[in-house]
């Protein structure tokens, strides 16, 4: 079946741009999370919705992201006024159940560059 | 709090001897416990996950781990490495007394089979 999918794969933009990042879980899967990988770093948490709502959102850095998931499948995390120090791939996983035994699947990520 | 340390940043081994890849984690609680490996241009796979019982644990590839609670470690362990398990390796733990989904990601090793 599908796997976790996120577009665009790569995004260049200039500082003090705006951003969309999409993310199209696994069908079905209700827990959808994102996570920020800096280079030579692991994946470090940033929201975590279960359905539509964010259960948790503590990762996220500033005021300057933000992410939706209006439909409790698809969700955007939007970047505000992008700075340099926003480079970086951006990751998405979805979970069958938001139990913390549920390995999470990944997708792809999308690197983004900020000039 | 959640951490993950992962003391090694690169392990080489000869293709055909036994590989071990080495984590620790500090949770305040009792853990759930993941392996991932990332391929170049690839999202994390999963491989394998300490929930509860066994202490040992047998997941994709022929890699197994063991749970070892007085050393808080859960070191990752092939028998006989292959080249094709060149790549990165991310240990990731969760407290599940903490009430939340989020992963705690270490910062990876990587790993370099030689013919």
């Known amino acids: 079946g599908a796997g976790v999918s996120q577009t665009p794969s790569n995004k260049v933009t200039e500082k003090g741009k705006y951003v969309e990042l999409r993310c199209d879980p696994i069908s079905g899967h209700t827990a959808l999370y994102w996570y920020r990988q800096s280079l030579g770093q692991g994946p470090e948490f940033l929201i975590y919705?279960?359905?539509?709502?964010?259960?948790?959102d503590s990762g996220l850095p500033n005021d300057r992201f933000f992410a939706v998931r209006p439909e409790g499948s698809v969700s955007t995390l939007k970047i505000q006024r992008t700075e340099r120090g926003d480079s970086a791939v951006y990751l998405c996983?979805?979970?069958?159940?938001?139990?913390?035994?549920?390995?999470?699947?990944f997708g792809p990520g999308t690197r983004l560059t900020v000039l | 709090a959640q951490s993950v340390a992962q003391p090694e940043d690169q392990v080489n081994v000869a293709e055909g001897n036994p590989l071990t890849v080495k984590c620790t984690y500090s949770?305040?609680?009792?853990?759930?416990l993941f392996w991932y490996v990332q391929y170049p241009n690839r999202g994390l796979q999963f491989l394998l996950k300490y929930i509860t019982g066994d202490n040992l644990v047998k997941g994709s590839y022929g890699f197994e781990a063991e749970f070892n609670k007085s050393q808080t470690s859960f070191h990752l362990k092939k028998p006989s490495a292959l080249v094709s398990d060149s790549a990165l390796y991310f240990c990731?733990?969760?407290?599940?007394?903490?009430?939340?989904?989020?992963?705690?990601f270490g910062k990876g090793n990587q790993v370099v089979v030689i013919p």
């Open positions: 949770v305040s609680g009792n853990p759930y």
């Open positions: 919705f279960q359905g539509t709502g964010a259960a948790d």
């Open positions: 996983a979805s979970s069958p159940q938001p139990t913390g035994w549920d390995e999470q699947f």
């Open positions: 990731a733990v969760r407290d599940r007394n903490y009430g939340n989904n989020r992963l705690a």
